[in-house]
């Protein structure tokens, strides 16, 4: 079985302050993570992945996350916010049984104030 | 272009109506998925399909049909929409290759209304 736990369904910064949205993750097999981030009305994007190779994983537009297997977690920051992060990101864990199921969290909003 | 189409993006139609979601994606990838989208509840998979005539239920198939005849093509049939099925749904598809964990590949989304 695998899920997946965003810890904050909103977070909301100011321009050129950090982003950090937390990700926890359970699962039964060596997983892979990915994030994705959704604009409004638009489809779902992937931001970046791991898959076991290395545990900094980088991104498009600035963005990193660190897989860090001892405490389950995937967080995903970015040094400065722009006003163009506004948007949806969601977390997700797939394994390598099971048809390499997707297993989404609920999602963070990220709002960006100038 | 390598891209992920649905049609219709938008639809309004009443409880009872049969309707179909078209989905297609010309980047022959072997595996394809719906999924909807609701407030606070992430996206949850409705059916989704490893190969051509190889289909599986998700989380949430209640009410929905699916099939899988060709491999660019997955639509989703909804044989006597109901008002709970008023949502955001996504076609997704990816490669075979690296165990089934590779990226997914989205459509930009059909937002249905059942009144």
């Known amino acids: 079985a695998q899920s997946v736990t965003q810890l904050d369904s909103h977070v909301s910064v100011s321009e050129g302050t950090p982003v950090l949205l937390r990700c926890n993750y359970s699962?039964?097999?060596?997983?892979?993570l990915f994030w994705y981030v959704q604009h409004p009305n638009k489809g779902l994007q992937l931001l970046l992945k791991?898959?076991?190779?290395?545990?900094l994983v980088k991104g498009i537009n600035g963005f990193e996350a660190e897989f860090k297997k001892s405490e389950t977690s995937f967080h995903l920051t970015k040094p400065s916010a722009h006003m163009s992060d506004a948007a949806e990101y969601f977390c997700?864990?797939?394994?390598?049984?099971?048809?390499?199921?997707?297993?989404f969290g609920d999602g963070t909003t990220l709002t960006v104030k100038p | 272009e390598a891209q992920v189409t649905q049609n219709p993006r938008y639809l309004i139609t009443v409880t009872g109506k049969k309707l179909t979601v078209t989905c297609s994606q010309n980047?022959?990838?072997?595996?394809m998925s719906w999924y909807r989208q609701d407030p606070g509840l992430g996206l949850r998979q409705i059916y989704y399909?490893?190969?051509?005539?190889?289909?599986d239920k998700g989380d949430v198939p209640e009410g929905y049909k699916v099939s899988r005849k060709e491999k660019r093509n997955f639509p989703l049939i909804l044989e006597s929409p109901s008002p709970n099925q008023t949502s955001l749904y996504f076609c997704?598809?990816?490669?075979?290759?690296?165990?089934?964990?590779?990226?997914?590949?989205f459509g930009e989304g059909s937002r249905l209304t059942v009144l």
């Open positions: 997700v864990v797939s394994g390598n049984t099971n048809a390499g199921k997707s297993t």
């Open positions: 791991y898959t076991s190779a290395a545990t």
């Open positions: 980047m022959n990838h072997e595996y």
């Open positions: 997704a598809s990816r490669q075979a290759s690296g165990g089934w964990t590779g990226e997914l590949f």
């Open positions: 699962s039964s097999y060596s997983p892979s």
């Open positions: 399909s490893m190969n051509v005539e190889v289909t």
